[in-house]
């Protein structure tokens, strides 16, 4: 491809516009000879500051902000190369990717998802009834990138745009019909996935969550909006959740657009998709639907092997994606019916063990509650086959709470490090209200001291029912050695994250792996030399 294919008319650019490039790189370590090195500004650096490291790696155009800096003394000592001034590198960046990959989005249809909590779940779901509808289908998000059936690993939710374009092109020279994509409030701020035609987006909910980057939470909104706003195409569809406030601030935004919008809820009967008659279970969830289609109201009864009520929501938002797309009500049945646990997203560990035990990626105060007021309905309307009529006292452990017949909830936690403050205090209020026994530890601390973390954690806490074990590894077998027959054991947090980030170095941990372990009892609380006196010291009483 030709520099001068990929100008625009705001470009200022000196050199040589038929100079052929071969690629587009944004990070100088990645540059190859005949790429264009778009020299953008990330949350730790600023490419600009690389540009002359990038030429020497064969760039041999080079976009740079115009505004940022005098850049002539190195365009004299590299006069061969290609140099374009722009205002703004990470929209040049993103609408250079979208025409080098041939703007792949005009050759498949693109559906995507934004919201707080339910994205990946909503993923998949929507992903399976696309291909039950014999529709060959791609997917971009948050635990892998699927091209078919071939799985990838997901560095990031939404890629950034070079990468996320590549995707598409990939996708869509391998036969995909459709693409389901989670798109990030990251990437929606750093316009990753700008210039993309996205034919359906969907709006799951909003809840307080990334605020060291966004600050506050109309910031948070105005970049989850933009899907919607600026990137979902004329006589796209929005898929909203209206039971959500920040959704139905959305339907009132779009109003005036030119996108068709359907609304799903659990509590508003006006919406164009509501859901009723819940009935959940250990192994499934049921429910009734109503639906206005083509003004005529339709019936029907949903069952999914996906379990609880935050569930309904996400089915409830790929069964609008689905009607929009006019599949067949009978098809998404089938196509719902075949979505067990998305990994991480109330994973059950099953062992053969007496009592539940769930992994999690429940992260945010919103998503915590949700999760533990889901598990409580689970606890207190369920059996888990006769496993409460046996009761084991661990008489042995003086703090553990006794929850009578129906057992307990035991939640093993933490906060991760280098991430939003506020939230801390909260989720341990959340989780010390709704269990009956919390475990605090570690999450991912990057460069904070867990400890410090723990203690912001405490800040919440009002009651006086939980322990402190930082080792996150001991603090789950811990859980295990303290779960009796019919409780529930939640490890929230890190789902399907198979790492702990510490100062800076990623070590393999994966909560289910641990917890499997555990149940099978081929780990110890520290070690195997460990007693039982040292195994009660490694928790703080508080």
């Given at each position: 491809m030709k520099v001068k294919e990929i100008l625009r008319k705001d470009f200022s650019v000196k050199g040589n516009v038929d100079s052929d490039i071969s690629g587009v790189a944004y990070d100088s370590r990645n540059v190859k000879d005949g790429d264009l090195f778009v020299a953008i500004k990330g949350e730790k650096f600023d490419a600009h500051d690389f540009i002359e490291d990038a030429i020497k790696r064969g760039a041999v155009a080079v976009i740079y902000e115009d505004s940022k800096r005098d850049l002539s003394e190195?365009?004299?000592?590299?006069?061969?190369?290609?140099?374009?001034?722009v205002k703004d590198c990470r929209d040049a960046l993103a609408a250079i990717s979208c025409i080098?990959?041939?703007n792949p989005s005009e050759k498949v249809t693109v559906i995507g998802i934004t919201g707080t909590n339910g994205k990946t779940t909503t993923s998949y779901l929507i992903k399976s009834v696309m291909e039950r509808w014999g529709k060959s289908v791609g997917l971009i998000g948050t635990i892998n990138y699927m091209i078919k059936d071939r799985v990838y690993e997901a560095p990031h939710t939404t890629p950034e745009s070079v990468e996320f374009q590549s995707l598409l092109r990939r996708m869509s020279d391998n036969g995909c019909d459709y693409v389901v994509s989670e798109v990030s409030s990251h990437a929606l701020s750093?316009?990753?996935?700008?210039?993309?035609?996205f034919a359906a987006a969907v709006f799951t909910n909003l809840t307080r969550d990334h605020l060291d980057f966004h600050k506050t939470m109309e910031d948070y909104f105005d970049a989850k909006s933009r899907l919607f706003s600026e990137l979902l195409s004329e006589g796209g569809v929005a898929?909203?959740?209206i039971d959500d406030p920040y959704g139905v601030k959305l339907v009132n935004i779009l109003k005036d657009k030119k996108v068709k919008i359907l609304t799903y809820s659990l509590k508003k009967p006006d919406a164009d998709l509501t859901a009723f008659d819940i009935k959940t279970t250990f192994k499934e969830t049921s429910f009734r639907i109503k639906m206005n289609v083509n003004k005529k109201i339709i019936e029907d009864i949903i069952i999914s092997p996906l379990v609880g009520t935050i569930n309904v929501y996400n089915i409830l938002s790929a069964i609008c994606v689905a009607l929009s797309f006019s599949v067949p009500l009978k098809i998404i049945k089938e196509g719902i019916s075949k979505v067990g646990a998305v990994k991480g997203r109330?994973?059950?560990?099953?062992?053969?063990?007496?009592?539940?035990?769930?992994?999690?990626?429940a992260h945010t105060e919103d998503a915590l509650e949700q999760l533990l007021l889901n598990t409580r309905q689970l606890l207190e309307t369920c059996t888990l086959a006769g496993m409460h009529k046996k009761k084991s006292a661990k008489s042995e452990y003086a703090f553990l709470p006794d929850a009578g017949e129906k057992g307990k909830i035991i939640t093993v936690f933490g906060c991760g490090g280098n991430r939003d403050r506020g939230k801390r205090a909260k989720m341990g209020e959340i989780a010390t209200r709704l269990s009956d026994l919390v475990i605090i530890t570690s999450d991912n601390p990057r460069y904070e001291d867990p400890r410090d973390i723990i203690s912001d954690i405490e800040m919440g806490v009002k009651n006086d029912n939980y322990i402190i074990i930082p080792d996150r590894n001991i603090a789950v077998s811990m859980a295990v050695e303290l779960a009796s027959p019919g409780d529930i054991v939640l490890v929230a947090g890190k789902g399907h994250e198979d790492y702990q980030e510490i100062q800076g170095n990623r070590y393999h941990f994966s909560d289910s792996e641990i917890l499997r372990n555990a149940i099978m009892g081929m780990t110890s609380l520290s070690s195997n030399e460990t007693d039982e006196t040292d195994k009660k010291a490694g928790a703080i009483r508080c």
């Open positions: 190195l365009m004299s000592r590299y006069s061969n190369t290609v140099w374009i001034g080098f990959y041939g750093q316009k990753r996935a700008d210039y993309t035609k898929a909203i959740n109330f994973e059950r560990v099953d062992m053969g063990q007496d009592f539940l035990a769930v992994v999690d990626y």
